[in-house]
């Protein structure tokens, strides 16, 4: 089968490698059919990893997917070959006392698709994946959804441990595909304002059309001034979702008393800096969010009965033997991109 590898930074290759086969009786075979660009395989892709992961070259990056079932195991139940389906990345042992206490996405022995040291992304004509991380799709959920839903289960993830009530209002510091993923399912649950500010203004109107109260363009404008005078008691949660310091201190002059930070954004440094003082006198609240928890299957849903659309998100498309225009596009921000996707 044909592999899109990472052969060096800011590099790739396709190669011809062997075809994945099943070792376990609930493995699944899958014959991929679209792969969406994630910022995460972007950091890969220039830098050569994600703090301690360091790729190991040539490596297939690449975890927003979907396929079709082309071969399963004897005991596997869930789906059977000819079937459309989404793919849960992460992979969770079942075991350990993380997966016993219903917090699979943080298992001691947790390993990813496309992750380095962990296993092979995405980028090829087959993977191999278990049957806990394969979910049926109908024929009229597209397989751009599909592979979409895995950003889209962060953001509903996000939302739901955030959110105290209807009516929220809400800020989004950065509208790239994580962005968008927060406010669809922000708005959906009951947001009555949500705020949003990038640095792409082509993204921005993106929001806009879905929805959002105020879309500021950070380089352009004091989004913080601006925000304030339209809602000056402060906002109740604030997304960041850019993974940039200036974030952090929007956030903080953003909140109101009691408020809640997300940080949802894999910045490209160590450590963040916090405003002491201000962070002590509102008791903000500050929750990381480690990708996705039983989320899935309510975004397959959301996504089913059209409740969340993410047909604007889809701004780019290439071949899979031009993936790496479409790595070279989402790494410069390029043309108002929001997400690329990559055809098989």
């Known amino acids: 089968m044909k592999s899109m590898m990472l052969t060096g930074i ?3 290759e396709m190669q011809e490698v062997p075809t994945p086969e099943l070792k376990n009786d609930t493995d699944v075979l899958i014959r991929l059919k679209v792969v969406a660009v994630c910022g995460s395989d972007v950091h890969y892709y220039v830098s050569g990893k994600i703090g301690s992961q360091v790729v190991q070259y040539p490596f297939p990056v690449g975890h927003e997917c979907a396929g079709v079932v082309e071969k399963v195991g004897s005991a596997v139940t869930k ?4 079937d459309r389906i989404a793919v849960e990345p992460a992979m969770s042992c079942g075991e350990c006392d993380q997966c016993k ?18 296993a092979d992304g995405s980028m090829s004509d087959f993977i191999v994946m278990p049957e806990h991380s394969c979910f049926p799709v109908p024929d009229t959920m597209s397989f751009d959804e599909a592979a979409i839903s895995e950003p889209l289960a962060i953001g509903v993830y996000a939302v739901n441990r955030s959110i105290p009530m209807k009516g929220a209002h809400v800020g989004i510091l950065g509208f790239g595909p994580i962005g968008m993923s927060v406010q669809l399912p922000a708005m959906v649950k009951g947001a009555e304002k949500v705020y949003v500010s990038d640095k ?6 993106i929001a806009r059309n879905a929805g959002a109260t105020y879309a500021g363009n950070v380089e352009t404008t004091d989004i913080v001034k601006d925000i304030k005078k339209l ?5 109740d949660v604030v997304f960041e979702c850019c993974g940039q310091k200036e974030a952090i201190d929007q956030a903080f002059e953003l909140l109101k008393p009691g408020g809640v930070l997300m940080l949802i ?3 490209e440094f160590d450590r963040w800096s916090l405003p002491v003082d201000k962070g002590r006198h509102k008791e903000v609240t500050i929750i990381n969010v480690r990708r996705q928890n039983g ?6 849903q959301m996504l089913e ?3 969340a659309d993410v047909s604007k998100m889809v701004t780019h498309r290439f071949s899979f033997e031009e993936s790496q225009k479409a790595f070279d596009l989402v790494a410069s921000y390029g043309d108002g991109v929001m997400k690329a996707m990559i055809d098989f």
Do not use: Y
Not at 102 to 116: A, M, N, S
Not at 231 to 235: C, I, R, S, T, V
């Open 79 to 82: 789906v059977k070959a000819g």
């Open 200 to 205: 792409i203004d082509e993204r921005l109107q």
């Open 231 to 235: 809602h000056p008691e402060g906002l």
């Open 295 to 300: 989320a899935l299957e309510e975004t397959l």
């Open 305 to 307: 009965d059209g409740t």
């Open 265 to 267: 954004g894999i910045p």
């Open 10 to 12: 800011r590099e790739m």
């Open 101 to 118: 206490a219903g917090r699979p996405h943080t298992c001691r022995k947790l390993t990813f698709l496309g992750c380095p040291g962990q």
